[in-house]
């Protein structure tokens, strides 16, 4: 089955220890998205990627870098995670363009905590 | 800027009480989603309304986009215990790629 795929499902880091969180799609669509969700709130746009153009929101903090190396695979790097960073982070994906849904697919997310 | 208010935040319902939230924006939207995610669980696309005006069914629920295209809401009629979770509204524009959900309504019911 088509699908996206986050590793891991938890995580857990150091303070100020670097982290890489992945998602992969068998969808094949164009836009993949990284979220940050904490409790009990709505998911929050980290960025995204429509196809190799990268578009990150105003408020995202430079601690969050992502990279996408191909149409398949994206990464969510936390350069130096601090304790605020704790939260559920979900990766989805989106077909934009003329005749298409732009209805979101999430992964499982990866549950991040930071010791 | 876009504002986008969703209410309720949080429903307790008796299992076969209706529900109903409401998200309403300060700008024309293009379009709008709707997602649930289930305690636990990740967010899961439910319907996308486009027209002005428009109402569409799955089964219990009824989804409506409002004549200006600025508010929506969806109704579930005589809900059940698997409705339990937190439905958000995704408000979309065509001038901006930018995607906010709304706050979320989270729904509980007694069985």
């Known amino acids: 089955d088509a699908m996206v795929i986050q590793n891991p499902r938890y995580q857990v880091t150091q303070f100020g220890k670097p982290v890489t969180l992945s998602c992969s799609q068998t969808?094949?669509?164009?836009?993949m998205y990284w979220y940050q969700q904490k409790s009990s709130q709505a998911p929050k746009l980290l960025f995204h990627y429509y196809d190799k153009d990268f578009n990150n929101e105003a408020d995202t903090p430079d601690n969050f870098q992502s990279r996408r190396p191909n149409t398949s695979f994206c990464f969510l790097d936390i350069r130096s995670p601090g304790l605020g960073d704790a939260a559920m982070y979900l990766c989805?994906?989106?077909?934009w363009g003329t005749g298409r849904s732009y209805e979101q697919y999430f992964g499982p997310g990866t549950r991040l905590t930071v010791t | 800027g876009q504002q986008v208010m969703q209410i309720p935040q949080y429903q307790h319902v008796q299992e076969g009480e209706d529900f109903t939230t409401y998200c309403n924006s300060s700008t024309t939207l293009s379009n709008i989603q709707w997602y649930k995610q289930r305690p636990g669980g990740h967010p899961v696309f439910l319907i996308q309304?486009?027209?002005?005006?428009e109402v569409k069914k799955q089964k219990r629920l009824t989804f409506q986009f409002g004549e200006a295209k600025k508010n929506s809401s969806l109704h579930i009629t005589a809900t059940q215990t698997t409705d339990v979770g937190t439905y958000f509204c995704l408000p979309l524009m065509d001038s901006s790629y930018k995607l906010i959900f709304g706050s979320g309504t989270r729904l509980l019911v007694r069985p």
């Open positions: 309304l486009v027209k002005s005006g």
């Open positions: 989805a994906t989106s077909s």
């Open positions: 969808l094949n669509h164009n836009v």
